[in-house]
């Protein structure tokens, strides 16, 4: 198939409702790489390589040199959220990034102040703030955005815009008559109906515009049928959901490896502490629901008991987190794993992952941001499989299952960049490496 990637804008505009931890840390984190502080360290679209062609052909350029995307000084920043401070306040308030490191692109971060945001307590619990929209109903909120996203493409001259989510959890909701269809969808906004979240006005907004969003949090947001129509509609595209970091970044590298030597499995204990916003958020149990049920997923996909029962039917999946304040972003996630093998003798493996959420997430909204948009130019719409490596629980059609096994996920996204790129496929089959025969018919 030939595909015809429209021209590389000359600045791309990034949209992120949630100037909070991750927000922040991804902003100040590119303007310190802009000013040659650091690598984009984490970012598969900077610092990762592919490989193209034969072994022995011995291609394998940058994936930056590769697709044809923006420079990351290419990109304009923007964002809403229920507090007024700068990016700047609220980087420093987040306390992920040293005050050495903030103040040496507070000139930039100052200047990104936050626009009003479409935001509504019942659907986060444990949070409220001054800076937020008003009107009569939900469709009117989400009328507000579209001029807030026009405002900000004239303001910056661009053509091109991503939005991506980096706002709070909120509270879980689940499929809904409401959610099945575009006309049924905009009657309920109207109405003012509760399973319409936020999240989703925001969503509802960019598809509108034709601006692809890509959704950091659990919620359920873009992954309901009348975002698919609409981004069928408006040749937009989609992907989810909650960015795979800490504990399950762990999860999906470890699992994969004792199913693929056939480890038995009896027992996986997850918990974790963690004091920033998020753990607050997550500390209702209604915004930890729609979190657990993202989380939980994992286990039975990568490891598909139904398909091999001797090894992990008796599964128990258990995870907590816990709000503890005086860890800030500094998370810590211990993973207690109960394995078996030969003759079904016990073994154990403990984690314990000192991790820093936001410096893992920071690189994700980079790659996010710079490959939606490839994929709009593309011409891919809906749902973006092939991006299932950065997310926690990967939206996928309801006919599929999600692919949660990080090496699978890595695979499927190279393979992706080749075909955009029109370059073979690799399968790691390399008989013909060994075979004259073989090699011969290749070269016909
Ligand atoms: N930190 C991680 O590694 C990680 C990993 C996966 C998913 N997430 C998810 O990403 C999101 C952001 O995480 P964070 O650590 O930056 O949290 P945070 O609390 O520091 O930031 C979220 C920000 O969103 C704002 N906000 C809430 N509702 C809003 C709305 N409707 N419109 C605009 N702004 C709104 C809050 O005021 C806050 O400033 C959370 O949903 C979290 O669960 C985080």
Redesign the pocket.
Known sequence: MHIKIKQTPEKLGVLI???????TTFIAGIELIKKGYSKPIGSMTQMGTIRLGKRTEHRNPLIKDFLPLNKIDELVFGG????EDTAYD?AKN?QVLSNEHIELVKDEMISIKPMK???DKKY?KK?D?PNVKKAATKYDLALMLMDDIKNFKKANDLTNVVMVW????EVYIELQEVHQTVEAFEKAMKENHKAIS??ML?AYAAMKLGIPFAN????LTVDIPAIWALAKEHQVPIAGK??K??QTLMKTIIAPGLKARLLGINGWFSTNILG???GE??DDPESFKT?EVSKLGVLDYILQPEQNPDLYKDLYHKVRINYYPPRG?NKEGWDNIDIFGWLGYPMQIKIDFLCK??I??APIVLDLVLLMDLAKRVGFHGIQEWLSFYF?SPMHLPELYPEHDLFVQLAKFKNTLRYIMQEDMITHLGLDYYDDQLRDKDKE
């Open positions: 409702p949630g100037l909070g931890a991750i927000g809403w959220d229920i507090f609220s987040a945001a479409v935001f986060v949070l703030g980096c706002a709070s959890t936020p999240s925001y950091g949090a659990p919620n909650d960015y970091t800490g920033n916003r998020d958020v997550l979190k972003d959420d936001s893992l997430a926690k």
